[in-house]
């Protein structure tokens, strides 16, 4: 197979780095591409290349941080918006959200039109922030792009995250003054943002229960074992008007395969202590729990319901009944 020099070194340099590899020159464009038909490497953006196997090692945020590395190098100018800001902020939030694109700001409208790469979003003004030296919009920008832009359950991570990172609602709201344009989503996302949410799973199966009509619970709950003492704290919890308890638990696939999460325990560990905090629920008069995985999230129905049928009420029959207790 013929190697080209230059380009090995290219690949070597860009691997310290931490970017993709680009062709600076024609030369350097015609051995990626070739070695990408070879399958030797992976091309990930235009004219971005990386070696498959250091591909897949990477990690979803890591994936965005490098092409946002590597088109920084190549556009220095342009301030990164939308959900790659919020990537690189470190907002959590569903990766689909990317779809092989990256979203910069731009400061006139009608111009430079998106394509399958690039979207644009207006941001007059734009004053970046610079994170490990990309430049950025600031966490409150971030928030309202992605709020005006992206449906409310997939938003609600973002917005949960960009709070418990020390964005500030003050902020948001100044955004929104300045705006014209009807920014309802962004008011509807402060009202049931909440920075006690501890992961973006967490936050994705709240927005859901929210556009699932159903009544929204507290999050992060303790509750303790009667006969043990053992102190479990729940995703959600349920304090129904009848006095019934329901707790949700959103079961990532990482809390049984993660040795930090799970005090290296292995899953049968892992799945053998699920079972005792159950037990200990139960003796805590816990009338229901309900699980459910990432995937029951994304498709919603199978987490409504699985909620609807443990018992949880409509929003709206919650709200009657706690109406008619003032009358």
């Known amino acids: 197979m013929k190697h080209h020099k230059e380009v090995d070194a290219l690949?070597?340099?860009?691997?310290?780095?931490?970017?993709?590899?680009?062709?600076?020159?024609?030369?350097?464009?015609?051995?990626?591409?070739?070695?990408?038909?070879?399958?030797?490497?992976?091309r990930v953006f235009p004219n971005m290349y990386v070696k498959p196997e250091y591909w897949n090692a990477l990690k979803p945020d890591e994936r965005i941080q490098h092409v946002a590395c590597t088109l920084h190098l190549k556009h220095p100018n342009w301030v990164f918006a939308g959900v790659t800001a919020a990537a690189l902020h470190g907002f959590e939030h569903p990766w689909h959200l990317h779809a092989g694109s990256v979203t910069i700001a731009t400061a006139s409208q009608g111009t430079n039109?998106?394509?399958?790469?690039?979207?644009?979003?207006?941001?007059?003004?734009?004053?970046?922030e610079y994170v490990n030296g990309i430049p950025v919009t600031n966490g409150a920008q971030t928030v309202v792009d992605c709020g005006l832009s992206t449906d409310f359950r997939f938003a609600l991570p973002i917005i949960d995250s960009a709070l418990r990172k020390g964005t500030a609602i003050a902020d948001i709201l100044?955004?929104?003054?300045?705006m014209h344009r009807d920014c309802t989503p962004i008011f509807r996302l402060l009202h049931y943002a909440n920075p006690a949410s501890?992961?973006?799973?967490?936050?994705?199966?709240?927005?859901?229960i929210v556009e699932g009509g159903l009544?929204?619970?507290?999050?992060?709950?303790?509750?303790?074992?009667?006969?043990?003492?053992?102190?479990?704290r729940v995703d959600y919890l349920w304090r129904l008007p009848d006095g019934r308890l329901i707790v949700g638990e959103y079961d990532g696939y990482e809390k049984y395969t993660n040795p930090n999460m799970n005090d290296r325990r292995g899953i049968q560990g892992a799945v053998h202590a699920e079972k005792e905090r159950e037990t200990g629920l139960y003796r805590a008069k816990v009338d229901s729990i309900v699980r459910?995985?990432?995937?029951?999230?994304?498709?919603?129905?199978?987490?409504?319901?699985?909620?609807?049928?443990?018992?949880?009420?409509?929003?709206?029959?919650?709200m009657r009944q706690q109406s008619s207790e003032y009358v």
Do not use: W
Request: proline share 6%.
């Open 11 to 42: 690949i070597a340099q860009a691997e310290a780095a931490g970017i993709c590899i680009y062709g600076r020159t024609k030369s350097h464009c015609s051995a990626l591409i070739r070695r990408a038909k070879e399958l030797e490497l992976k």
């Open 113 to 128: 039109a998106n394509n399958a790469n690039i979207k644009r979003v207006f941001v007059p003004h734009c004053a970046p």
């Open 215 to 232: 009544m929204v619970p507290e999050l992060q709950q303790d509750i303790t074992d009667p006969q043990t003492g053992a102190l479990y």
């Open 292 to 318: 459910f995985t990432y995937e029951d999230v994304l498709k919603q129905h199978p987490m409504i319901n699985k909620l609807r049928a443990a018992g949880v009420p409509d929003a709206t029959m919650v």
């Open 198 to 208: 501890e992961n973006g799973g967490e936050s994705l199966g709240r927005g859901t």
């Open 174 to 178: 100044s955004i929104c003054s300045t």
